[in-house]
T-cell receptor, first 110, second 114 residues
């Protein structure tokens, strides 16, 4: 599958700050997903978006499915130390295959 | 919720030997499982789609004779890396699809070929 354009590649943030990252694609997806991956572990699903324009929250996380169906963003509010990790966006096509972004590495300064 | 178990979590093998990795759906039936490979500091790349009772379909550039996939039951898919070489060292991750597709992944297998 294709690789999505995810940015930023990495970020250092102060505890308590908000975090934003986004993904764009040249192709349309019917589902956008956001995952967090800790070292040596598989990715864990954070938020799934199923409709263009959809805005969904999960605790301090908020994600939106772009209207064009070619982009999505993830916001993390009031970051805490356990937010450290690598965040991946993924687009799901009709055959249920996932295409992943390159990942955003988040490091929180205490 | 859907749980996917992957075993082993890590394995070290000698060059030229074969290694089998198991992916199990614990509380649901999975007609389709996906196998991904992830190199250090890189993203996940889909290797193949495993369909219960039929042949797996491989992504472009993935050698089907090297990465053998068997999906003999609705809860188990296996990936066998045959005649492993150091360049096959990677993190292998499976994902299983249930009826609602919750995007659940296994915990991954770290393969090191020496």
């Amino acid at each position: 599958g294709q690789q999505l354009n995810q940015s930023p590649q990495s970020m250092f943030i102060q505890e308590g700050e908000d975090v934003s990252m986004n993904c764009t694609s040249s192709s349309i997806f019917n589902t956008w997903l956001w995952y967090k991956q800790d070292p040596g572990e598989g990715p864990v699903l954070l938020i799934a978006l199923y409709k263009a324009g959809e805005l969904t929250s999960n605790g301090r996380l908020t994600a939106q499915f772009g209207i064009t169906r070619k982009d999505s963003f993830l916001n993390i509010s009031a970051s805490i130390p356990s937010d450290v990790g690598i965040y991946f966006c993924a687009g799901r096509s009709n055959d249920y295959k996932l295409s992943f972004g390159a990942g955003t590495t988040v490091t929180v300064r205490a | 919720g859907a749980v996917v178990s992957q075993h082993p979590s890590w394995v070290i093998c000698k060059s030229g030997t074969s290694v089998k990795i198991e992916c199990r759906s614990l509380d649901f039936q999975a007609t389709t499982m996906f196998w991904y490979r992830q190199f250090p500091k890189q993203s996940l790349m889909l290797m193949a789609t495993s369909n219960e009772g039929s042949k797996a379909t491989y992504e472009q550039g993935v050698e089907k004779d090297k990465f053998l996939i068997n999906h003999a039951s609705l809860t188990l898919s296996t990936l066998t890396v045959t005649s492993a070489h150091p360049e096959d060292s990677s993190f292998y991750i499976c994902s299983a699809r249930d009826s609602g597709w919750t995007g659940t992944f296994g915990s991954g297998t770290r393969l090191t070929v020496v």
